[in-house]
């Protein structure tokens, strides 16, 4: 296809009478093209819809943003997995608040620097706030492009991500980058979706290389696949009538920061006798007491971009709590709500806990 002039208006014809209806469109403020953009990474646009909304009437601005404690935002954040993108998010809009007096700067590379933000969502803000022409080349696009030019160039290598930003800017009309961008991107969402597409409704069908040679489902070439590690979370809910115990996650990657019961993570599966015969278990609980050890949850899966959870949660019983919880932090279960935890705690209180409101308002 020579005629990208023909591939700009094509597609924004497409749009016209195809796009959805979603908050973030239409609109020409940074910060809140920044909060949708962000959310949206990893996540279905309707999971996100509710998020979004949430998200912008608890912090309509910068200002708000930057001026609560972190826990504040993960709790907004709760059940959205990726917790980095709600900590960036908020270290950004501090950076924002000192470094630009509040005001999101405009220019596409002084964007860029800013925490948590990559060149797809700097394109994505210049371009729906100012109409700047930085093309929005997101998993959508790769695929609609690859399947239209037949481009065999791995769309996960450095080599693929700049082939495919190029072509996007040579298609794009640069008086129109705003609704070309978005255009492109619902295309690829809702038209040329990952498999079977229905290629006979296809505005491009006479000139798709992939329809045309019947070799759709061989786009986009991949060079790696991702390799997942299978890991098992055995977490223990000490009974106490009326507190949990509680740990905050420190270290880096999944879940920083946010709380969960104490933990014991094996690369194994573990009957219960190996579990017992671990040296963290030995420390938490000595062999002067006497417990009972309820298995209240089996093996939930939680499937993670690299890795698969199998959780268990033990619930136990003992007349006295050792010393070993002391470093705990001990919680009020009628104030749990007020503590960010990921999905898998959010799942074993929902089944434990009826009084528990947070959890239905966003499963
Ligand atoms: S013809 Fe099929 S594969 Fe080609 S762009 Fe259209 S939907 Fe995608």
Redesign the pocket.
């Known amino acids: 296809m020579k005629d990208f002039n023909f591939f700009s208006k094509k597609l924004i014809t497409w749009y016209s009478s195809h796009k959805r209806n979603l908050p973030w469109r239409g609109i020409y403020d940074p910060y809140k093209i920044w909060i949708s953009e962000v959310i949206l990474q990893q996540t279905r646009v309707t999971q996100g819809l509710k998020y979004y909304n949430r998200f912008i009437k608890r912090f309509p601005d910068i200002e708000s943003l930057a001026g609560v404690e972190e826990q504040e935002v993960l709790k907004y954040w709760q059940g959205l997995g990726y917790y980095s993108r709600a900590r960036n998010l908020h270290r950004t809009a501090k950076t924002i608040m000192d470094k630009y007096n509040g005001v999101f700067p405009k220019d596409y590379y002084t964007i860029l620097k800013l925490k948590g933000i990559g060149e797809y969502t700097a394109s994505s803000i210049t371009s729906f706030a100012w109409n700047m022409p930085h093309p929005t080349v997101d998993g959508n696009v790769f695929r ?1 492009l690859s ?2 030019f037949a481009i065999d160039c791995p769309i996960d290598t450095i080599k693929g991500k700049n082939h495919f930003t190029e072509l996007a800017i040579q298609l794009m009309d640069k008086s129109k980058a705003r609704i070309f961008n978005h255009a492109i991107m619902e295309f690829g969402a809702l ?2 979706i990952p498999s079977s ?1 229905d ?1 006979t409704v ?1 505005s ?2 006479s000139v ?1 290389l ?2 045309i040679n019947h070799t ?1 489902v061989q786009y986009p070439v991949k060079q790696y696949r991702t390799k997942i590690k299978e890991i098992y979370f055995y977490y223990f809910h000490i009974h106490d009538s009326d507190h949990l115990y509680l740990n905050m996650r420190k270290e880096k990657g999944i879940w920083q920061n946010l709380f969960e019961f104490p933990l014991i993570e094996s690369d194994i599966l573990m009957d219960f006798q190996q579990l017992s015969n671990t040296d963290q278990f030995r420390l938490w609980f000595p062999k002067k007491h006497i417990y009972h050890f309820e298995l209240i949850v089996k093996n939930q899966k939680h499937i993670l971009s690299h890795r698969i959870l199998y959780a268990y949660f033990y619930k136990v019983f003992m007349k006295r709590i050792p010393n070993s919880f002391d470093t705990f932090k001990k919680v009020k279960l009628m104030e749990i709500d007020k503590y960010p935890i990921h999905r898998l705690m959010q799942f074993y209180l929902g089944k434990i806990l009826p009084f528990n409101r947070f959890i239905s308002t966003f499963e």
Do not use: T
């Open positions: 609609f399947r239209l038209q040329c597409p290629c296809c491009f069908k798709c992939a329809y759709v």
